[in-house]
Nanobody, 124 residues
Framework: QVQLVESGGGLVQAGGSLRLSCAAS????????MGWFRQAPGKAREFVAA????????YYADSVKGRFTISRDNAKNAVYLQMNTLKPEDTAVYYC?????????????????WGQGTQVTVSS
């Protein structure tokens, strides 16, 4: 089992940057594929990015490709989401999630563990 705690959200102007962090508990962090999802008010939770256990495969939603970068540090039990060139439509609660799955990583119900979320607000 793993517990996840996100941090780094906040208010930023359009075009700005934020770096989200997700700290994981437990000694099995390196066995999980890690993902970031987001949910805007009145909308379904959507996939943002994922990274496999060894960081040799990353996956991105088309809407963030080229602007966001996911990374992880297994020694620190952490995963990060660097968000650049933010847009107002990126405004959402961002969630960190963990799964043993190595396929279907873009599907939210593939994930077994979730953090509580961190709010990102991008003003125009």
């Amino acid at each position: 089992q793993v517990q996840l705690v996100e941090s780094g959200g906040g208010l930023v102007q359009a075009g700005g940057s934020l770096r989200l962090s997700c700290a994981a508990s437990g000694r099995t962090f390196s066995r999980y594929t890690m993902g970031w999802f987001r949910q805007a008010p009145g909308k379904a939770r959507e996939f943002v990015a994922a990274i496999n256990r060894r960081s040799d495969n990353t996956y991105y939603a088309d809407s963030v490709k080229g602007r966001f970068t996911i990374s992880r540090d297994n020694a620190k039990n952490a995963v990060y989401l660097q968000m650049n060139t933010l847009k107002p439509e990126d405004t959402a609660v961002y969630y960190c999630a963990a799964t043993y799955a190595i396929a279907t990583v873009q599907t939210y119900n593939s994930y077994d563990y979730w953090g509580q979320g961190t709010q990102v607000t991008v003003s125009s």
